[in-house]
């Protein structure tokens, strides 16, 4: 379980920089992953640990790349459906050692219809990675009708690590010092919606500096019209304790 871990949040630094590209899973093609393959054969060397579906790491990544993997679990809906919440877990323990996954990764529903659901399936799945030394990550979401604040992204996160996660991500919010410190597991951010080159850097930034250990993120890269710059760019944020006004001063360096 330890060394599994260190594959993922790296000793030297104790962060991390996941890149995410499972959006596929309830979204199809998603801009910018049209062909999977492509996106991560360009950035993959410039992050930590890949955050995936077993589809797609079967079939378009290459076996020899030594980079640890975050693989997708949980699914069973699409965004033509109005609840998104109602997942059920989709892999099983021994396929996912086949793949070699370092990390599991599972979407919670805190708030939502399917929430005990979501949960029980996060406690079966820690059971399961217990007995196989495979970390869990536990992805939180909260109902439509709850504000991603301090009150709720706790609450989501703090039930999560109580159910066995090891490793929990979630939004960035203010006062995101509340969520860490009432987490007793790292805590990683994700990178959300595509917004603009400058506002994602200094929200990588500030989720660091607030406590989190890492950046989940995806759109914000591989969107991005720069994806190379962009990854790099966080990476400097993650690992080099850059700052937001030092990591952009980079970024356009980089992309120029």
């Given at each position: 379980?330890?060394?599994?871990?260190?594959?993922?949040?790296?000793?030297?630094?104790?962060?991390?920089?996941?890149l995410a590209v499972d959006h596929g899973y309830f979204q199809g093609?998603?801009?910018?992953?049209?062909?999977?393959?492509?996106?991560?054969?360009?950035?993959?060397?410039?992050?930590?640990?890949?955050?995936?579906?077993?589809?797609?790491?079967?079939?378009?990544?290459?076996?020899?790349?030594?980079?640890?993997?975050?693989?997708?679990?949980?699914?069973?809906?699409?965004?033509?459906?109005?609840?998104?919440?109602?997942?059920?877990?989709?892999?099983?323990?021994?396929?996912?050692?086949?793949?070699?996954?370092?990390?599991?990764?599972?979407?919670?529903?805190?708030?939502?219809?399917?929430?005990?659901?979501?949960?029980?399936?996060?406690?079966?799945?820690?059971?399961?990675?217990?007995?196989?030394?495979?970390?869990?990550?536990?992805v939180t979401a909260v109902g439509r009708e709850m504000a991603r604040?301090?009150?709720?992204?706790?609450?989501?996160?703090?039930?999560?690590?109580?159910?066995?996660?090891?490793?929990?991500?979630?939004?960035?919010?203010?006062?995101?010092?509340?969520?860490?410190?009432?987490?007793?597991?790292?805590?990683?951010?994700?990178?959300?919606?595509?917004?603009?080159?400058?506002?994602?850097?200094?929200?990588?930034?500030?989720?660091?500096?607030?406590?989190?250990?890492?950046?989940?993120?995806?759109?914000?890269?591989?969107?991005?019209?720069?994806?190379?710059?962009?990854?790099?760019?966080?990476?400097?944020?993650?690992?080099?304790?850059?700052?937001?006004?030092?990591?952009?001063?980079?970024?356009?360096?980089?992309?120029?």
């Amino acid at each position: 379980m330890r060394n599994r871990l260190a594959g993922l949040i790296r000793p030297e630094t104790g962060r991390c920089l996941m890149l995410a590209v499972d959006h596929g899973y309830f979204q199809g093609p998603t801009t910018g992953l049209e062909r999977p393959g492509e996106a991560i054969e360009l950035l993959a060397e410039y992050a930590d640990s890949l955050m995936l579906t077993r589809g797609v790491l079967r079939n378009v990544v290459d076996p020899q790349r030594r980079v640890p993997i975050v693989l997708r679990v949980s699914g069973g809906t699409s965004i033509l459906r109005d609840d998104l919440s109602n997942e059920d877990l989709t892999v099983s323990m021994e396929d996912a050692l086949r793949l070699n996954a370092s990390c599991l990764a599972i979407s919670i529903f805190v708030g939502s219809a399917s929430e005990r659901t979501s949960l029980t399936n996060l406690a079966k799945l820690c059971d399961r990675g217990q007995k196989y030394g495979v970390p869990i990550l536990a992805v939180t979401a909260v109902g439509r009708e709850m504000a991603r604040d301090a009150r709720y992204l706790s609450l989501a996160c703090r039930i999560a690590a109580e159910l066995g996660a090891q490793v929990v991500k979630t939004y960035y919010c203010e006062e995101f010092e509340k969520v860490v410190n009432s987490c007793p597991v790292p805590v990683v951010i994700a990178g959300g919606k595509k917004i603009e080159e400058r506002a994602a850097i200094e929200l990588a930034y500030r989720a660091i500096s607030a406590g989190a250990v890492g950046v989940d993120m995806g759109r914000n890269i591989f969107q991005s019209k720069w994806p190379v710059s962009m990854i790099r760019t966080v990476r400097s944020i993650v690992h080099e304790g850059k700052s937001d006004a030092e990591a952009w001063e980079l970024f356009q360096e980089l992309k120029g």
